[in-house]
């Protein structure tokens, strides 16, 4: 076997990631992010550049990189062009004490900016242009009035010697005096969520307020890579949609349906997206779609008429639009909010064992049994009739392997917070319609645009239309029905797993 000895691999591709919340981004797609701006900017020696979430210091090294080429007419000497681009141009703010550390070390060659072996001789301070400072969570009502992160405020409340996670560059109401000047580019991968204390895990978003706090800054162009969670769903994260869908300023947007496709190894549920924000350029946005090996692109508008979400794939556009055409109910009416029948997920007060005088309960993978007296606290009218419950989480908001398996709920039951109830309906008849149509991949497929998490709330079944439920449907008949041309039913079967429909 022949052996290279002049292979010589990069560290950043080669770091393991701290957590899927804070991921380290390669050099290849931090230079796919660098791309999309425009190049003159790496041969003008005052561009300035921000990081304000540094990890590996990948983004300034590789613009580093860009600038002493593009530089080099202008500033000759190799030294005195290093040293005016490190110390003049390239600026960031690390998000923990290690972070820091590794950022100076891949700019500076030195973990210290005026160390022995730091690549610039005109620093006269440790820290360079690389920023941390360890600052505390402001809590009102046991909420952090920056990030959002409380509840347990103890989970955050730290000896010095820890991290707490209070990020410096979202942790302050005025940004602009972390460093008393203006950017031309802010770029970054910025953490993603915090574990809030709350029940079952739960998290609060935090990337929308790295990119809402860059934005304040007015720099020209913004680049970041964020979840995609952010086009359709996530907690908290109503506001920050609104106010990017309706943005004709983001003029591009890449979109990787599966994390691992951007990220090797990562699992980051609904997929990522980096973005390119152009303070001074209005339009349409270029949108390209990567799922598995091929790249979808469109040149749209963010938003589709009547529409407050974001349609990730170029391909569904003309599908929504002809359904939309007829003008139907949807689905979604008939899908219950959270707690249907107003128990928790975690409620297991019931019996194991009944017959058909108690109420049966479906549970978090139990079933149980409830005395006939026992008082329900919501939907009473819906208990003696017909229904189906389908699981409140499904899947990881991929389109091509969430599927949902209906339970036909008879007549005297009810169940927890784990399941949503569809219906009621009046006979088995109709739920079993009702379960041919959830079968077909054409109504996965309308569910799989807006579903881009596990969460599968009423709100995902917003494009499905309502359907005649006397009789039972089939994709040929709904295909016919809405006008779908080949091409269109070639895509639909494509993003939907095979076993659905059959």
């Not at 029940?199 to 890579?225: C, E, G, H, W």
């Not at 349409?284 to 009547?306: F, G, M, V, W």
């Not at 939309?324 to 249907?340: A, I, M, T």
Request: hydrophobic share 35%; glycine share 6%.
């Amino acid at each position: 076997m022949m052996i290279n000895n002049n292979h010589n691999p990069d560290v950043l591709n080669c770091l393991a990631n701290l957590s899927s919340d804070e991921v380290f981004t390669s050099p290849k797609i931090a230079n796919a992010m660098l791309d999309m701006l425009p190049q003159e900017l790496f041969t003008n020696p005052n561009t300035t550049f921000l990081d304000p979430c540094t990890k590996s210091g990948v983004f300034l090294r590789e613009i580093a990189k860009r600038l002493l080429v593009g530089l080099e007419p202008i500033i000759p000497d190799l030294q005195e062009r290093i040293n005016h681009i490190f110390t003049k141009q390239l600026y960031g703010i690390a998000i923990t004490t290690l972070t820091s550390l590794l950022s100076r070390r891949s700019l500076y060659c030195s973990k210290t900016a005026n160390g022995q072996y730091s690549i610039v001789d005109c620093f006269n301070n440790d820290t360079g242009n690389i920023k941390f400072g360890r600052i505390n969570h402001t809590f009102i009502n046991h909420r952090c009035k920056y990030c959002g992160v409380g509840d347990n405020v103890e989970i955050y409340t730290r000896d010095d010697s820890l991290e707490n996670h209070a990020y410096q560059f979202i942790h302050t109401e005025k940004p602009e005096e972390l460093f008393n000047m203006r950017f031309d580019v802010i770029i970054g991968n910025p953490p993603y969520q915090l574990n809030d204390g709350g029940a079952q895990a739960s998290a609060t978003p935090l990337y929308d307020k790295f990119v809402s706090q860059a934005k304040k800054l007015n720099p020209r162009y913004l680049t970041m890579i964020i979840p995609s969670r952010w086009f359709s769903g996530g907690k908290g994260l109503d506001d920050f949609r609104n106010e990017m869908l309706n943005d004709n300023r983001l003029r591009i947007i890449h979109d990787y349906i599966t994390s691992a496709d951007c990220f090797s190894g990562v699992e980051i549920k609904g997929g990522v997206c980096y973005f390119l924000w152009d303070r001074d350029n209005r339009g349409l946005c270029d949108i390209y779609t990567h799922k598995d090996a091929t790249i979808s692109h469109s040149q749209r508008t963010l938003l589709e008429p009547n529409n407050d979400t974001f349609i990730r794939y170029n391909q569904a556009i003309s599908i929504v639009q002809k359904v939309s055409n007829f003008k139907e109910n949807s689905f979604s009416s008939l899908v219950s909010s959270r707690k249907p029948f107003g128990f928790a997920t975690n409620f297991t007060d019931f019996n194991k064992i009944g017959d058909s005088s108690y109420i049966k309960i479906y549970a978090n993978k139990k079933v149980g049994y409830l005395d006939k007296n026992y008082i329900i606290p919501k939907n009473e009218d819906s208990i003696a009739r017909y229904k189906l419950f389908i699981p409140k989480a499904i899947g990881s908001g991929n389109i091509s392997e969430d599927m949902i398996k209906p339970i036909l709920a008879y007549p005297n039951s009810v169940c927890t917070e784990t399941y949503l109830m569809i219906g009621p309906f009046n006979n088995e008849t109709e739920c079993k319609n009702v379960m041919s149509y959830i079968n077909t991949k054409f109504f996965h497929f309308l569910m799989g645009i807006k579903k881009v998490t596990q969460d599968a709330t009423s709100k995902v079944y917003q494009f499905i239309p309502l359907q005649d439920f006397s009789k039972p449907w089939t994709d040929q008949e709904l295909y016919t029905k809405y006008n779908l041309t080949q091409e269109e039913i070639d895509f639909i079967e494509s993003m939907v797993r095979p076993g659905v429909g059959v």
